[in-house]
């Protein structure tokens, strides 16, 4: 039988030689910290400083200053964002005393504050207000902050969840936008290279960032690692809110954040099963870069030893 189709239901396609290569070429919205045209989130326990973290960031890509005093921003640009736990004037309070410390003017820098009550991005027509929105600023950044208040979707949920990512990734591509996305982490999440197993909910969110940034408390400071898909990681750093003027608190770094040295596997897999993280052994190997042999025979002795089981879902921690 014939299906007739019609023109306007045809996907649009290109030939692979006519793709410009200059497409490929990675380029970033903050260099080494947060790609152009990326989505990812800011991760971290509560009271790590991540909506600081994102300000910073967004004052940045405004203003075309350095973030964090270190972070080139190439391309600057509108930013739109929305904060969901700040009232305006203490989203005003905080972008002012970041720029002040920066010596620049708070007139006319643009940044946008969405200031309605809520917004739901799981369902009309909140959904299509924000597209809206994005596309009447044309921002280079949207920053949201924090995903929980975003939506009434179970974060459990992988299809939930891979569905309000879908719609993000869709703004992305829509209006060639950043998105950042602030989400909390689990208690006792580990950090380091297995830092987003951390975050809250479905490993969907972990996945979707093309850019993804970390923070986590090492005594009385902040530390920031990132991972990227399409570049390598940068070295950690440590920061600290600088508090000493209340009228130009800010984050700064510290230093180049250095980690003890690496313990053994069993210590390391260990720490990466931590806070009731369960994975498969193909996931242990790829977060560790160890032999599969090797990991193998220490599974098998910490399983003996009851401190690891294996379930259906993976390997899990006891105690």
């Known amino acids: 039988m014939k299906i007739p189709v019609s023109v306007n239901q045809q996907l649009p396609v290109v030939r692979v030689d006519e793709i410009s290569s200059e497409d490929?070429?990675?380029?970033?919205l903050v260099e080494e910290l947060w790609g152009a045209k990326s989505v990812g989130v800011i991760g971290g326990a509560p009271k790590c400083a991540k909506?600081?973290?994102?300000?910073?960031?967004a004052l940045s890509v405004a203003t075309g200053t350095a973030c964090l005093g270190k972070y080139v921003v190439p391309e600057p640009g509108p930013v739109l964002i929305y904060l969901a736990e700040d009232s305006l004037p203490a989203v005003r309070g905080?972008?002012?005393?970041?720029?002040?410390?920066r010596g620049t003017e708070l007139s006319g820098v643009e940044i946008h504050v969405i200031t309605a009550g809520s917004l739901r991005l799981d369902r009309e027509p909140d959904r299509m207000r924000l597209l809206e929105t994005t596309r009447r600023l044309r921002p280079r950044l949207l920053l949201l902050d924090p995903l929980v208040r975003l939506h009434g979707i179970d974060e459990n949920n992988a299809s939930e969840v891979a569905a309000l990512l879908a719609y993000f990734r869709s703004l992305q591509r829509l209006l060639d936008v950043s998105v950042i996305l602030?989400?909390?982490?689990?208690?006792n999440a580990?950090?380091?290279?297995?830092?987003?197993?951390?975050?809250?909910g479905s490993s969907d969110i972990h996945a979707f960032g093309d850019s993804n940034l970390y923070l986590r408390r090492a005594k009385e400071h902040l530390v920031l690692s990132t991972e990227h898909r399409a570049a390598p990681a940068s070295p950690p750093i440590y920061l600290a809110l600088?508090?000493?003027?209340?009228?130009?608190?800010?984050?700064?770094?510290?230093?180049?954040h250095r980690d003890r040295k690496q313990g053994s596997l069993e210590e390391r897999i260990l720490d990466v099963l931590g806070g009731g993280v369960v994975l498969t052994r193909a996931r242990l190997r790829g977060c560790l870069a160890v032999k599969n042999e090797r990991l193998g025979e220490v599974l098998e002795s910490l399983e003996h030893s009851g401190r690891l089981c294996r379930t259906a879902a993976g390997w899990q921690r006891l105690g």
Not at 24 to 28: D, F, K, P, Q, T
Not at 242 to 256: C, F, G, K, S
Request: charged share 15%; hydrophobic share 40%; proline share 2%.
């Open 190 to 200: 580990t950090g380091g290279a297995a830092a987003g197993l951390g975050l809250r």
């Open 242 to 256: 600088a508090t000493t003027n209340p009228d130009m608190t800010h984050l700064e770094v510290i230093a180049q």
């Open 51 to 57: 909506t600081w973290l994102g300000l910073d960031i």
């Open 94 to 101: 905080r972008v002012a005393g970041m720029a002040r410390h």
């Open 182 to 187: 602030v989400h909390h982490t689990r208690k």
């Open 24 to 28: 490929y070429a990675h380029r970033w």
